[in-house]
């Protein structure tokens, strides 16, 4: 048999396992983040909490990401992907344990914080990994389904809230913040065992390591003899950032998702109380939400079986657009018939699947190996920003403004996606890793693309 690069090797069963196993993250994300919107309705009245600090407590996880998602890609740059894998995890399964015994709002705040941190420092450990091991052509449909699993998580969440809601008693709450540690418990086992990166590995000059696991885990016809046996930079890091190109990348990536995540952060964390100002009430609030995100999941999937047939560009374009006209028409009959309510939000969140799960390729596909930890982390941590503001004003815009003009913000950040996407969003369909990650490569095709 013919030897094969890392880049053309068949997928098999190590990259599924991988692409499970780093799914984890995601999912533990989506169900902290959503969690906290069932586990308020009890908290809120219990501790005697004002809008302002029901805000914080929804956003204190968004502002953990922040925090670790940029420390989590930094960390795995230096040290490597294999053993910051599992290490998160075990943090976030001891923390979400320990919400069970909190007594009052600065207690959750700092929990939420911290599991938050935990969170976002996977995000770039995890997908990095998923990215440097998988083939050009499998790259984007399994990186995109790694989103799936948020919306998975968030469903997990509605449902388990929702039965310890029902049987648990007025104290569920608690049952509901240490449920996390269950998911995070099976991952963090599943996890163990898995090997570092053949290309951190190159990267750092350490060729032989490189190839036995390349060997060992595509067998002994697979070679790295494509990818560059890159050593460490004098200058490495962010700062490499700064060099040309790559700061126009990280705004690009930093805008885009900003936008994509604010309004779907801001629906999880509060989603019951939005559309119960919506005009859903009697237990119907709930059962939106629940199937808002099979509405979600479903977007989300249609993109994964899209993304490398359409392009990673056409399909950012069009999600952002299409999801913020039906934003836009919610903020226009915010009044309307439970059917009319859910028909517009299930619309929103199937158009949004695009957005949501080039939020994984990017990013990933974007830089090069030395600094792709931190620049997904960094990435992360920037689109948190606006996430956790957004999160934090909801019960406030209710409040004060209404539903119809939230709404209508909403829309107004996912239509700002769209404008930047049509203005800086790349193709990078079909291009191997480092070809994707190339600013020089990246110039050359727009000059040609001037004088054709």
């Not at 929702?162 to 569920?172: E, I, V």
Request: glycine residues 10%; charged residues 15%; hydrophobic residues 55%.
């Amino acid at each position: 048999m013919s030897a094969y690069s890392l880049d053309d090797a068949p997928l098999n069963s190590f990259h599924k396992k991988l692409a499970v196993y780093s799914s984890g993250g995601p999912f533990l994300d989506g169900y902290v983040l959503s969690i906290i919107g069932l586990a308020l309705v009890q908290i809120g009245p219990e501790f005697g909490l004002t809008a302002m600090q029901e805000g914080l407590v929804g956003a204190a996880a968004l502002i953990g990401i922040f925090l670790g998602a940029f420390l989590g890609g930094w960390l795995t740059d230096i040290f490597g992907r294999e053993v910051l894998y599992t290490v998160d995890l075990v943090a976030i399964i001891a923390l979400s344990v320990a919400q069970f015994w909190v007594d009052g709002f600065w207690w959750l705040f700092v929990l939420r914080l911290l599991i938050g941190m935990a969170v976002g420092a996977d995000y770039p450990i995890a997908t990095s990994l998923l990215a440097e091991f998988t083939p050009s052509k499998s790259r984007g449909p399994l990186l995109a389904m790694l989103q799936v699993s948020w919306f998975v998580g968030a469903a997990a969440a509605y449902l388990v809230g929702d039965l310890l809601t029902h049987f648990g008693g007025d104290g569920s709450w608690r049952w509901m913040l240490a449920s996390a540690a269950v998911p995070g418990l099976i991952i963090v086992v599943m996890r163990f065992g898995t090997p570092e990166s053949p290309r951190w590995l190159l990267q750092k000059g350490r060729v032989d390591e490189a190839k036995a696991v390349v060997a060992k885990v595509f067998g002994p016809n697979a070679t790295i003899d494509q990818l560059p046996a890159e050593q460490e930079e004098e200058q490495a890091g962010l700062a490499k950032l700064y060099r040309s190109g790559y700061l126009g990348r990280m705004m690009f990536v930093s805008v885009f998702w900003t936008c994509s995540v604010v309004p779907v952060f801001a629906v999880y964390a509060f989603g019951p109380r939005i559309l119960e100002a919506l005009g859903l009430t009697g237990g119907l609030e709930n059962v939106g939400s629940a199937l808002i995100t099979v509405f979600f999941v479903a977007g989300c999937l249609v993109a994964v079986a899209l993304i490398n047939k359409i392009g990673r560009r056409p399909m950012l374009i069009q999600s952002f657009l299409l999801s913020g006209i039906a934003l836009l028409a919610l903020s226009a009959f915010p009044a309307s018939s439970a059917p009319v309510v859910l028909t517009l939000f299930g619309l929103y969140a199937v158009l949004i699947g695009g957005a949501q799960v080039l939020q994984f390729v990017y990013p990933n596909e974007l830089f090069p190996t030395e600094i792709r930890g931190s620049a997904v982390g960094l990435a992360s941590s920037l689109s948190r920003i606006g996430a956790a503001i957004g999160t934090y004003l909801v019960p406030l815009a209710l409040t004060v403004i209404g539903i119809g003009p939230t709404m209508l913000l909403a829309a107004g950040v996912t239509l700002i996606g769209f404008l930047v996407s049509m203005t800086w969003a790349p193709e990078t369909k079909g291009l191997s890793l480092d070809e994707a990650s190339s600013v020089d490569r990246a110039r050359r095709s727009k000059a040609a693309s001037r004088t054709s």
